[in-house]
């Protein structure tokens, strides 16, 4: 798993695969910036993480043909909503992940952004997790995500208890 220290292009790029994304399917979505490289100064893998709000299910099907022949491809192990991938060389460059208006407001991934950006002390704690979680995953211990979960679950659950909202698993991988 290779974390990388922050770039500062990662804003530029997720402006870039959000107008992909706009131009291909509805230039009214609401996109944001989710994921660690929305954290500024926080390593990451290189890879730019999305959040599309469509008003339905259906609404996405009716445009993931059009993202598909933008070069967004169906794909992930996330079983709580469609998710498309965007590479190049054969790699991943970028994740959008499309929720539906009913859920935005309680999205995690939202909530777990903007917990950080606004609680420095647990950003770096988050960080600490990601690297142990990346030595754990090289050493073949355990995967990636499972090997952070635990904190990051921790954190949202204070995310969501500080809107007023209720615990919800975050591991949502198949």
Same mark, same amino acid.
């Given at each position: 798993?290779?974390?990388?220290?922050?770039?500062?292009?990662?804003?530029?790029?997720?402006?870039?695969?959000?107008?992909?994304?706009?131009?291909?399917?509805?230039?009214?979505?609401?996109?944001?910036?989710?994921?660690?490289?929305?954290?500024?100064?926080?390593?990451?893998?290189?890879?730019?993480?999305?959040?599309?709000?469509?008003?339905?299910?259906?609404?996405?099907?009716? #445009?993931?043909? /059009?993202?598909?022949? !933008?070069?967004? *491809?169906?794909?992930?192990?996330?079983?709580?909503?469609? =998710?498309?991938?965007?590479?190049?060389?054969?790699?991943?460059?970028?994740?959008?992940?499309?929720?539906?208006?009913?859920?935005?407001?309680?999205?995690?991934?939202?909530?777990?952004?903007?917990?950080?950006?606004?609680?420095?002390?647990?950003?770096?704690?988050?960080?600490?997790?990601? #690297?142990?979680? /990346?030595?754990?995953? !090289?050493?073949? *211990?355990?995967?990636?995500?499972?090997?952070?979960?635990? =904190?990051?679950?921790?954190?949202?659950?204070?995310?969501?208890?500080?809107?007023?909202?209720?615990?919800?698993?975050?591991?949502?991988?198949?």
């Amino acid at each position: 798993m290779l974390l990388v220290p922050y770039d500062p292009s990662w804003p530029q790029r997720f402006e870039e695969f959000a107008s992909s994304i706009r131009t291909a399917a509805a230039d009214d979505w609401i996109i944001e910036h989710i994921g660690s490289t929305a954290i500024p100064g926080m390593s990451a893998k290189p890879i730019i993480d999305l959040a599309v709000r469509v008003e339905t299910g259906e609404q996405f099907d009716a #445009h993931r043909s /059009a993202l598909e022949t !933008a070069g967004w *491809r169906l794909g992930s192990g996330v079983r709580t909503h469609p =998710v498309m991938i965007a590479e190049s060389t054969g790699e991943r460059v970028a994740i959008a992940h499309f929720f539906r208006a009913e859920e935005w407001d309680a999205v995690s991934q939202r909530l777990l952004r903007d917990w950080l950006c606004a609680h420095p002390a647990d950003a770096e704690r988050y960080e600490r997790a990601k #690297h142990e979680a /990346a030595r754990a995953a !090289a050493e073949g *211990r355990s995967s990636y995500n499972a090997e952070k979960t635990a =904190v990051i679950q921790e954190i949202v659950d204070r995310a969501r208890a500080a809107r007023g909202l209720g615990a919800v698993d975050v591991y949502d991988k198949r």
